[in-house]
């Protein structure tokens, strides 16, 4: 009988959610410093350009789950944004707001949004972000229960904020630096009880 294993990885930025290149040169899951059986895959993904928390398992049971459009089980990022949201800003997040996916209009599902009040404590991103000088940023938090491509950055923009740094801290109940991934390096993988998916 098949032995179902969970795995979470802090993916670090310019990693591809996969474990083969696209393109020669192209940063992959196998080029961690994670310990990944062979016959586990990544259950959703992150963008290239994303940073943060990946599950990984090779459970079709939960790859279906998850993937499945009625399952919104809750993801929260935190977005560093180029210039201070303002409260008008965040409660379009929270309403919803409509991006572009493959061509057409999307109404995405209400939101959680909020500013943090101080930066995030976080490694250092190779390579450094740019700034500009002449517009401040802003880290927000927030919370969605749907997973469309770029879905943050999309909804970032539409409201006026275009993202600097995205960064997956949560999936349900599993937060980067917390409980059963506390001190969860950046490029690390953890194993963990499938029991901790079932609020899934």
């Known amino acids: 009988m098949q032995r179902y294993r969970y795995f979470v990885v802090y993916k670090p930025y310019g990693v591809l959610s996969q474990f083969t290149p696209d393109q020669p040169g192209q940063r992959?899951?196998?080029d961690l410093k994670a310990d990944l059986p062979r016959d586990v895959y990544p259950i959703g993904r992150l963008d290239a350009d994303s940073e943060g928390l990946l599950l990984l398992s090779n459970d079709p049971r939960l790859n279906a789950r998850l993937l499945n459009p009625l399952s919104a089980h809750e993801r929260i990022y935190w977005a560093q944004v180029e210039g201070i949201p303002t409260k008008e800003a965040l409660e379009t997040l929270r309403q919803g707001v409509v991006i572009r996916l493959n061509g057409k209009p999307y109404h995405t599902r209400p939101a959680r949004a909020h500013l943090l009040e101080t930066p995030p404590m976080l490694p250092p991103r190779q390579p450094p972000i740019r700034f500009r000088k002449s517009v401040p940023d802003q880290w927000i938090e927030i919370a969605i229960t749907e997973g469309k491509n770029r879905q943050v950055r999309r909804m970032c923009a539409a409201v006026g904020y275009p993202v600097l740094?995205?960064?997956?801290?949560?999936?349900?109940p599993l937060r980067l630096g917390e409980g059963p991934l506390r001190h969860l390096q950046l490029g690390e993988a953890r194993e963990i009880e499938g029991t901790l998916l079932s609020r899934l």
Do not use: D, P
Not at 165 to 172: F, S
């Open 165 to 172: 740094r995205l960064v997956r801290v949560q999936i349900g």
């Open 28 to 30: 992959t899951l196998a």
